[in-house]
């Protein structure tokens, strides 16, 4: 009787403080889709895997990884991450890429791990007291970011030495991450060509609609670029919020930024240049048929996969 007892007690010590953990408030979803980002394929058709998180939680969660595994838990990809985060009652998602050339066959389920964490914050100014943050970092971690942040400056020095008329300096921007949205008011400012819908039309009439195109092109890594958009701003290039429209081959391609309503020509990068550029822009004309463009290239066609 006491042993029971003594079992009984050590039992309820055991399950009283249960520490709620962040996936406890995460409604988690993945799924497959085509090359057009956004529809959901079976897997012998798929582009992509899309994982989708929505929070029911007042902190910040920051997801560590996702990954899709086999049936006895063995990983066929994992996409890990540096700074994506689901803020307080939000809901976000991201693209794995490369579907294509895996063997989709035996991936049966999607995962992710995740950490209650809040963002760090925005660089305003260092003088701040966020000595706190730091504290809990492992040496590896602010490693990473030591090297990320070398990488950046490396990489902003070569992209001003390849650009010898643009005003892109290393001093401005001394790190960025995906979702650090500065428009820098200095950034290549009016270079900008703004053409009318029908004159865009007459440069883009070699492109191929996205929907159209066989194979998607290598465009991954661009995203987390800053491009200058039509609107006069510049955006950070994400596929969620720019769709991608029609490839014009050698690193060009047109996207769609339905927030800001401009379609831009851009010329994502090459052997000889660094960074996004862009080639020229148009108001995107939602209500005009056909978004004011031609029968060819299919440009309406492309636009119209992405809104229905
Ligand atoms: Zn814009």
Known sequence: MKK???????????????????????????????????THVNSSNAHYAEFTFKSTSD???RINFVRLTTADGKIVKKDEYVDFYIKPFGKDSDLMYGMKSLNLDVVT????SCRFENQPAKKTSTTNSNKSNNTE???ALVLLVVFAIIGFIIYKLVG?????????????QPASSKYQVSPNKNLQK??????????FNKKIKNYIPSHQVASLPRIGDVEGQEFQCGCGKSHIMNFNQHYFIADGGIYKAVFL??????LNALKLKGPMTTGIKNLCST????NKPKYGFNDYPDIAGSIDKYFK
């Open 4 to 38: 029971l007892l003594g079992i009984l007690v050590l039992g309820l010590l055991w399950s009283g403080p249960v520490v709620a953990s962040c996936s406890d408030f995460l409604d988690f979803s993945w799924k497959f889709v085509g090359k057009d980002r956004v």
């Open 59 to 61: 902190k910040t969660i």
């Open 109 to 112: 389920s999607g995962g992710y």
């Open 137 to 139: 970092e492992s040496p």
């Open 160 to 172: 001003s030495k390849n650009n010898p008329d643009s005003n892109f300096t290393s001093k401005s």
């Open 190 to 199: 009016n270079t900008v060509k703004i053409l009318s819908v029908k004159e």
């Open 257 to 262: 930024s339905p927030a800001c309503g401009y």
């Open 283 to 286: 108001k995107y004309l939602a």
